[in-house]
């Protein structure tokens, strides 16, 4: 599976943004999905992540009623819908697949994506 992040910008503090990952191959509806981040000079942390089939999400703590994660399979897609977002978002964005017992690990990630920036001004 390669994945490909897009749709990372530039926005005011409040504002929002939707980021999207496409997927190549067949078996990308196999796979729960993840959203990371990483701001600079700090650890890559989990964001949010959906199961396989999309029946269940699971978010950070920071990001919790602001962020919307889901999926649509057909299209090789999922999505992360940033809404109030804060200075504190500011970060590369990266989406990953891997296995829902461990969804959270970033070590334990398959396949990751490449990157997409997202800064948000005060």
């Known amino acids: 599976v390669q994945l490909q992040a897009s749709g990372g910008g530039f926005v005011q503090a409040g504002g929002s943004l939707t980021l999207s990952c496409v997927a190549s191959g067949r078996t990308f509806s196999t796979y729960p999905m993840g959203w990371f981040r990483q701001a600079p000079g700090k650890e890559r942390e989990f964001v949010a992540a959906?199961?396989?089939?999309?029946?269940?999400?699971d978010y950070a703590d920071s990001v919790k009623g602001r962020f919307t994660i889901s999926r649509d399979n057909a299209k090789n897609t999922v999505n992360l819908q940033m809404n109030s977002l804060k200075p504190d978002d500011t970060a590369v964005y990266y989406c990953a697949a891997g296995r829902w017992s461990t969804i959270r690990t970033i070590s334990s990630m398959t396949y990751w994506g490449q990157g997409t920036q997202v800064t948000v001004s005060s």
């Open positions: 959906i199961s396989s089939q999309g029946v269940t999400t």
